[in-house]
């Protein structure tokens, strides 16, 4: 019987692991959080429940319908509260009957309290592996982003959904994207006064980006019904929304009291003479996403032009075995998650391509990749940015690495090397190990430096995905399969 683990249990991971428990395959779901639902999903831990908690979760019910029936079905295993802190080759064990897949995987994890003394280790070898990690919020530095009061628009918004907490009273929402708007809801719902959306791309480059071919919209009604939503929050609660604007800084003493606004031209630099400050004690930033990378490059997946796992019209990586969904291959919301989550557990437990039910989800997969095209090209990032910095502007918050400090060594050393860079300012090396700002320091040091960077590598590569003690090194435990069902051992066998 085909193993199949499925990693991350947001809508990706959950549409995995039905598809792939429908065809009788056995499926482990792990997870780092307390729950299921990822991100998009995060609600109150089963401890506080409240019946009101699909107010600020769009499809609610349709995460129930997942929870519920992989709680219930025999053949899964969750375990949440369980990290994977790294993936190498079983070279031991061979996958029987199928010589093109070659040695399967060791996932190895830790379940339990993140940074606990007790976390159990564990290691999987399955069949097959379904990659459904997701992405975490992209924020572009500006002076005063290190101030308390600053957060990402998703940290935000995880707050707000679980845990019903306002980051502030007076709040200012800036950044690129249609995500900008659900926050805003999140936070009016949990309680702040929103200031302001300030959206940097213009006017002229959003209508380059949303109205060309406009019949392809048809294929995501739903999208249309939830601006219809955020349209009226905005009305409601007479909320700004500013096109060619953003955050170019944040003031304060000890914390957040203002932040400074200007508009910015088609490029993103801003516009001299046009700031304003705005008196706030929180301002939530997001451009956009950035993929979760770690376990799918410690495989060999090859990635896309824009730095995405590429895979194929089965969800299938280069990476013999290993399937990706959600996020990680494209940001293109909880449809595209959910069709092509489908479509890889489908094909993790040997599904067959012309399976109705797969043409359906490749429809909808199809639909929501043109949406995400639009806003990438609606709300992509543009390189005037980096002229709001001042050479003072922090970078990498965890090293305290400033943009002047970036500049210099690179001037100094002549170094086109990214690893050399890092190693000679320290930028990315913190605890968050370039999580948060490495992408910016590749995109910095690639302009600084001559003919852009030379190295193949990206801060995307942690072979160690987490921190993990020497003593949980010393030993560990081969998770076995998950038993079949009392009375279907000769059919499962």
């Given at each position: 019987m085909t193993q199949?683990?499925?990693?991350?249990?947001?809508p990706a991971g959950l549409a995995a692991a039905t598809a792939a428990s429908a065809l009788g395959a056995d499926v482990t779901v792990l997870d780092s959080s307390y729950d299921l639902g990822g991100q998009y999903w995060r609600h109150l831990p089963s401890t506080r429940p409240t019946a009101s908690e699909g107010i600020l979760l769009h499809g609610f019910e349709r995460f129930r319908e997942l929870r519920e029936r992989l709680e219930n079905d025999s053949q899964v295993r969750i375990l949440t509260l369980s990290q994977v802190w790294a993936i190498d080759r079983n070279p031991d064990t061979r996958n029987a009957g199928d010589s093109s897949v070659g040695d399967r995987w060791r996932v190895h994890v830790l379940q339990g309290v993140p940074d606990g003394h007790d976390r159990l280790a564990l290691t999987i070898i399955p069949d097959a592996i379904v990659f459904a990690t997701g992405a975490h919020?992209?924020?572009?530095?500006?002076?005063?982003?290190?101030?308390?009061?600053?957060?990402?628009a998703g940290a935000a918004q995880a707050l707000a959904k679980g845990e019903r907490v306002a980051v502030g009273s007076r709040v200012v929402v800036s950044g690129a994207g249609p995500f900008l708007?659900?926050?805003?809801?999140?936070?009016v719902q949990?309680?702040?006064?929103?200031?302001?959306?300030?959206?940097a791309s213009t006017i002229s480059r959003l209508a380059s980006g949303w109205l060309p071919r406009p019949w392809q919209l048809l294929g995501a009604p739903g999208k249309a019904a939830e601006l219809v939503g955020y349209v009226g929050n905005h009305l409601r609660n007479r909320i700004p929304y500013r096109t060619g604007r953003a955050v170019i800084a944040a003031e304060g003493d000890g914390r957040v009291e203002r932040v400074v606004v200007a508009r910015l031209d088609a490029n993103w630099a801003p516009i001299v003479g046009t700031t304003r400050t705005i008196?706030?004690?929180?301002?939530?930033?997001?451009h956009g996403f950035t993929p979760r990378l770690e376990l799918p490059i410690a495989v060999g997946c090859a990635l896309s032009a824009e730095r995405f796992v590429a895979v194929d019209h089965r969800q299938a990586t280069s990476s013999p075995g290993v399937y990706a969904a959600g996020e990680i291959t494209g940001i293109g919301g909880v449809d595209a998650a959910l069709a092509e989550g489908s479509i890889a557990g489908h094909s993790a437990a040997g599904g067959s391509d012309d399976e109705a039910a797969m043409s359906r989800q490749r429809r909808l997969r199809a639909a929501s990749t043109r949406f995400a095209a639009r806003i990438e090209a609606a709300h992509g990032i543009r390189p005037g940015w980096s002229q709001w910095l001042t050479p003072d502007t922090l970078i990498c918050r965890c090293e305290e690495v400033s943009y002047g400090r970036l500049c210099d060594t690179s001037a100094h050393t002549g170094s086109a090397g990214l690893r050399s860079l890092k190693l000679s300012t320290r930028a990315g090396l913190g605890i968050c190990q370039g999580r948060v700002c490495g992408r910016t320091v590749e995109d910095l040091l690639g302009r600084l430096a001559a003919g852009?960077?030379?190295?193949?590598t990206s801060t995307d590569r942690r072979p160690i995905v987490s921190p993990i003690r020497l003593g949980e090194l010393a030993g560990g435990t081969v998770l076995p399969p998950a038993p079949p069902p009392p009375g279907n051992t000769e059919e499962r066998e």
């Open positions: 199949v683990l499925v990693i991350g249990a947001g919020d992209r924020t572009l530095p500006f002076t005063g982003w290190q101030l308390p009061g600053v957060f990402s708007l659900p926050v805003a809801a999140s936070l949990a309680g702040a006064k929103v200031l302001g959306v300030y959206e008196e706030a004690d929180a301002v939530c930033i997001g852009g960077l030379i190295d193949t």
